[in-house]
């Protein structure tokens, strides 16, 4: 609904005539004109304007319509989870439950997932099983949220071309080459976060042209209102994903290019041109920040409950989420010897200190059992603490006598699990090689030497006691004087990528720094006593920490398909989004690669069209009059396209962690943007050169061509988007092999 007021609210204010205004500048010649007269001449002026915006009109609201029908249009099936559904529709349910959980992405676009659910009746206990039935879950509310703003992205698009060529022809092609591409359509169906992301986007982009074209305007209500959205459109972007950042520079250029242009305008004062600074500090600046803060007050407000994601953050944070063990802690505040604790690593992120059996496998250190660090509680990660006196003798703590943890003392730690100790020797660690190796080792709590630890609590006294929590503390391993360490790399498939555990040489580093977070000791009374709770801005800091390193951490699970970034314009390989057999709809994620290929076809040509009108130019042999408007518009028009798909798409080419093909979409929308201005203008100068005579035969029957192909185009690879049955493409029979015309289509 939301999004529907504002295309109408943009439409309107687009489709406003000067002459239709509330208070129109009178001339001197209406001064004596009777009444009657006056009123008919606004009328028809009104009129006739109406009527040249009626194809504009029409176009838009033809779009639009097809858009909605195309996306709603079996939206309930598959009626079973689907692809990332099982991610996003859970952490939707969890805003339900008032959950915890960790997600590498910002909260809004999951936020805006559990309220469609949640007002739509669904009660957030469906767990989204990948495959699973939904059966009498209500899960049509989040798809419908998600199809909704999925649809709205043709609007926008539509006005956004239509403000800045000023054709509603390329207005129309580009809108069209959205509607009908089955990978856009295939995203707008499903509860994920893209269609939410392309949405703000493409309605930031939209605001921030808006508020250009009332630049004759300035200080308005209309230019504030315009304004205002950009930034708050930015932030809503910035706020599902990081990736958002890529159209606030997009939108931070556009604004400098515009403040250089006012620079150059002598008829402004200085304090005009400190006033159009300080208005877009406020709306491109603070208020994107605002919001954007704003949102993660939200959510952590929401996320009050302990969950799943607990374990990726500190102590300090966890101590503020209900039903946590930290949260109003009871348990004994001093460690003593017998006790029973776990340790977490007290860099943001740190994972706790855990071993498993499974050893080191053949060629990486010693073959002994692996220490890892890891985010989830485990019955693995505890650990029984033991003195070791000056005399050799090992005290466990399980006589009635009470012997405390002091800084300075001599430690063993065995893993409760399988009775080995903590221990390091002379071997290289598996991926830090200048560190030493940690293992397990030993029976039943019997080992040798280097099973031995010294506890150092920096800047505290020796023999000062080790407090639950609060207690900062390295454990310096005795004979190597290295420091147990841990960091964001993650072990290989062998080490079930857990964080790696090392011995660091250097022990200044700020990760070898660990805490007590659980303990347990029947000798000991439960105290309650004050964990220091974090406050919002240490868990707005902690929270981005973790995000970015979960993001740069991210690998493939086994079997998954993932793509490089040059495969993405030439549409080479897509997504399973559903169905692996005969039997099932299949859903599969590609782009309608007629639409595709013509899109990358017409970006490269029109580099050299640029190139050659820029040099025209620049020599003085460009035309003058409406020919040469025309080409400005068209040209920079396309330029200003041309560098937000650059935006969108060259990073990928730097990131190195995982990527998929669906990261490629917003990219994919500009380049159609590009394609619709500049198929528009090569149709406008065939017309211009060829055939001038003949009034724009060449225009209106490009634009029959294109919109036939583009039909048909759909109409033959709907199957992906709306489901495929049968034999696969391979498979004798199958009615979809037409479909694969490149072998790495897994149709």
């Known amino acids: 609904m939301v999004s529907g007021l504002l295309l109408y609210f943009a439409f309107i204010c687009y489709a406003q005539p000067a002459a239709c205004s509330l208070f129109p500048p009178k001339r001197a010649s209406e001064t004596n004109m009777p009444q009657k007269m006056k009123r008919l001449q606004s009328e028809w002026g009104c009129v006739s304007r109406w009527k040249d915006k009626l194809p504009e009109f029409l176009g838009f609201m033809v779009c639009s319509l097809l858009s909605y029908i195309t996306r709603f249009y079996k939206l309930s099936e598959p009626d079973h989870v689907c692809w990332d559904e099982t991610h996003f529709g859970l952490m939707g349910s969890f805003y339900i439950n008032r959950t915890f959980f960790f997600d590498v992405h910002p909260p809004l676009g999951k936020m805006l997932i559990g309220a469609a659910g949640h007002m739509s009746g669904y009660d957030g206990s469906f767990l989204f099983p990948p495959g699973d039935n939904y059966g009498d879950v209500k899960y049509m509310g989040m798809r419908i949220m998600c199809a909704t703003l999925g649809a709205s992205i043709v609007p926008l698009v539509y006005l956004t071309v ?82 958002g950042l890529f159209v606030i520079l997009f939108a931070g250029i556009y604004t400098a290019w515009d403040l250089w242009m006012l620079l150059g305008d002598l008829t402004l004062s200085h304090k005009a041109l400190l006033q159009h600074l300080m208005a877009r500090c406020v709306c491109l600046i603070l208020v994107p920040a605002a919001v954007y803060v704003g949102i993660f007050s939200i959510h952590l407000h929401l996320l009050n409950h302990s969950g799943p994601g607990d374990g990726f953050f500190s102590s300090a944070f966890q101590s503020n989420l209900v039903g946590n063990n930290l949260h109003n802690v009871s348990m004994p505040q001093r460690i003593a010897y017998g006790s029973i604790i776990t340790l977490k690593n007290h860099r943001p992120a740190g994972g706790l200190l855990h071993s498993h059996p499974h050893l080191y496998p053949e060629g990486i250190g010693a073959q002994q059992q692996q220490v890892t660090a890891y985010p989830y509680k485990d019955e693995n990660n505890e650990w029984l603490i033991k003195k070791y006196d000056q005399w050799g003798n090992i005290l466990r703590g399980d006589d009635e006598t009470l012997t405390f943890v002091k800084n300075g003392d001599l430690i063993i730690l065995e893993h409760v699990s399988t009775g080995r100790n903590l221990h390091s020797h002379d071997e290289r660690a598996p991926l830090t090689t200048n560190h030493q190796q940690v293992t397990c080792y030993g029976e039943n709590g019997t080992g040798d030497a280097n099973d031995i630890w010294r506890v150092e609590v920096p800047g505290a006294p020796i023999g000062s006691p080790i407090s639950v929590v609060k207690t900062r503390l390295k454990l310096v391993h005795y004979l190597s004087k290295c420091s147990l360490f841990s960091h964001s790399k993650t072990l290989p498939a062998w080490g079930w990528e857990q964080l ?95 639409i595709w290929w013509a899109n990358l076809s017409l970006l490269l040509l029109f580099l050299p069209f640029v190139l050659v009108w820029l040099i025209r130019r620049e020599r003085g042999l460009e035309e003058r009059g409406t020919s040469a408007e025309r080409n400005y518009r068209a040209y920079t028009t396309c330029s200003w396209f041309l560098l937000a798909w650059c935006f969108y798409y060259l990073p990928f080419f730097l990131m190195r962690r995982v990527l998929y093909f669906h990261h490629y979409f917003p990219a994919f929308i500009f380049n159609c943007m590009l394609s619709g201005v500049f198929l528009d203008h090569l149709l406008g100068l065939m017309d211009s050169y060829l055939l001038p005579e003949k009034n724009g035969i060449f225009h209106n029957s490009g634009m029959v061509v294109i919109s036939a192909v583009i039909l048909q185009s759909f109409y033959m690879f709907q199957p992906l988007s709306y489901g495929m049955t049968g034999p696969l493409a391979r498979e004798v029979n199958s009615t979809v092999t037409r479909l694969k015309w490149l072998d790495s289509w897994e149709i």
């Open 162 to 243: 239509l403000e800045w060529s000023l054709s509603w022809s390329a207005a129309s092609i580009t809108a069209m080459m959205v509607i009908f591409d089955t990978g856009t359509l295939t995203l707008s169906q499903y509860i994920i976060l893209d269609p939410i992301l392309m949405f703000f986007i493409m309605a930031a982009v939209f605001s921030l042209v808006k508020f250009q074209s009332h630049h004759s305007r300035p200080f308005t209500f209309l230019w504030w209102l315009w304004l205002f959205l950009t930034g708050l459109f930015l932030a809503c972007a910035f706020s599902i994903k990081w990736v």
């Open 500 to 594: 790696e555990v090392t011995c660091n040489p250097y022990s200044r580093d700020g990760r070898t720094l660990w805490n007590v977070e659980d303990h347990s000791n029947p000798n000991l009374p439960n105290v309650t006593f004050d964990v220091f709770q974090s406050s919002f801005w240490d868990s707005l800091i902690e929270s981005h920490i973790v995000m970015a390193q979960g993001n740069s951490g991210l690998k493939p699970k086994e079997g998954e398909v993932t793509s490089q970034p040059w495969q993405w314009p030439i549409n080479y390989r897509g997504q399973r989004f559903s169905g692996y057999n005969n039997t099932e709809a299949r859903i599969y994620l590609l782009g309608n690669p007629v």
